[in-house]
């Protein structure tokens, strides 16, 4: 760790060569490999990341070693451990689907749990005291119905929530508008409030992943936000979208990946990014301002689903090359 710290890489390279634990963490919870990405020691880190030093190990105050690198201003030691991080992840998720890891979609349990709209549909909270979306989202969803429906053509959004993406694609007047939703309540919530008999719209209860596959039809702007799925499910939806959006259509959703810590928020953006590449989609990050350090917004939630600062990307605009 002393040499870490110091950046004399040759000295790390013969601990590491003999054996020393690079894994080690002191009473801060700090390793070697932060302590020279505070430093902003680039030899060091990689030496360190090639021993196997994981990445995404945290401090005890919550931070990994991009964190403490982007916090020192230490941009190309920053630069490294994403690389690290990308690549570890995307291996790990390659091996998962090679091994056959199943992706189910949404829980069963969540399926069967009763859902509550609050009296002023400011939350919907599942069973457990969940937010499944909440009302602070408006402004996001308003900047991703700006970038999907402002060609007013044929529009899909799979999860309907609130509601909140759905009536702000209404305000611009789409050729169409396509909802997938899957529970039962929000599906009877939307009966309720007669979103089955507004002009334009069509309903299709189920699983995505049970009736997009067969729906054959090509949008202009395409949301995606889900609940009770992983990254692993939002994967299978991304290889449907060269079959579900038209050329130059617009694809965004809702970027809660990795929610709590700025660093992780950061790979998988950029995994994302990578991810669109491969399917012929360039992407955009657009920051949005955010704030939800009110404690009285998060009262009687136990799933604190967003913590980033104020400013963070948001919102990802895929368009098609």
Same mark, same amino acid.
């Given at each position: 760790m002393n040499a870490a710290a110091k950046g004399d890489v040759h000295r790390v390279r013969e601990l590491l060569d003999s054996g020393a634990d690079h894994l080690y963490q002191d009473d801060k919870g700090q390793n070697a490999l932060m302590l020279a990405s505070?430093?902003?020691?680039?030899?060091? @880190?990689? %030496?360190? *990341?090639?021993a196997g030093t994981p990445w995404n190990a945290l401090d005890k105050d919550g931070n990994c070693a991009g964190d403490l690198a982007m916090l020192a201003g230490h941009q190309s030691t920053a630069n490294l451990l994403l690389e690290a991080g990308v690549r570890a992840e995307m291996v790990l998720g390659a091996l998962e689907r090679k091994l056959g890891k199943e992706t189910a979609g949404p829980s069963h349990d969540y399926l069967q749990q009763r859902l509550q709209y609050d009296a002023d549909s400011e939350r919907l909270m599942d069973a457990d005291d969940r937010a499944v979306m909440m009302a602070w989202e408006g402004p996001l969803m308003e900047a991703h119905a700006h970038a999907v429906a402002a060609s007013g053509g044929d529009i899909l959004n799979v999860g309907f929530g609130l509601g909140l993406v759905d009536e702000a694609i209404q305000r611009r007047r789409p050729r169409s508008?396509?909802? =997938?939703? @899957?529970?039962?309540? @929000?599906? %009877?919530?939307?009966?309720?409030l007669g979103w089955h008999q507004r002009p334009g719209v069509r309903i299709l209860f189920g699983r995505w992943q049970d009736v997009l596959p067969q729906l054959g039809a090509q949008f202009d702007g395409i949301f995606f936000d889900t609940y009770s799925e992983f990254y692993d499910d939002m994967q299978d939806f991304h290889v449907l979208l060269p079959r579900l959006l038209r050329p130059d259509g617009i694809y965004s959703f809702f970027h809660g990946l990795a929610a709590d810590n700025a660093f992780f928020h %950061?790979?998988?953006?950029?995994? =994302? /990014?990578?991810?669109? %590449?491969? *399917?012929?989609?360039? $992407?955009?990050?657009?920051?949005?301002?955010?704030?939800? $350090?009110?404690? /009285?917004?998060?009262?009687?939630?136990?799933? /604190?689903?967003?913590?980033?600062?104020?400013? $963070?990307a948001c919102c990802l605009l895929g368009v098609e090359q």
């Open positions: 505070m430093a902003g020691h680039d030899s060091v @880190v990689e %030496a360190l *990341l090639e508008h396509t909802i =997938v939703e @899957v529970h039962p309540d @929000v599906h %009877a919530r939307m009966l309720q %950061a790979v998988y953006s950029e995994i =994302v /990014k990578r991810e669109m %590449a491969s *399917l012929g989609l360039s $992407t955009q990050f657009v920051p949005l301002p955010i704030n939800v $350090t009110d404690p /009285k917004i998060w009262e009687g939630v136990r799933n /604190k689903y967003w913590q980033l600062d104020t400013s $963070t």
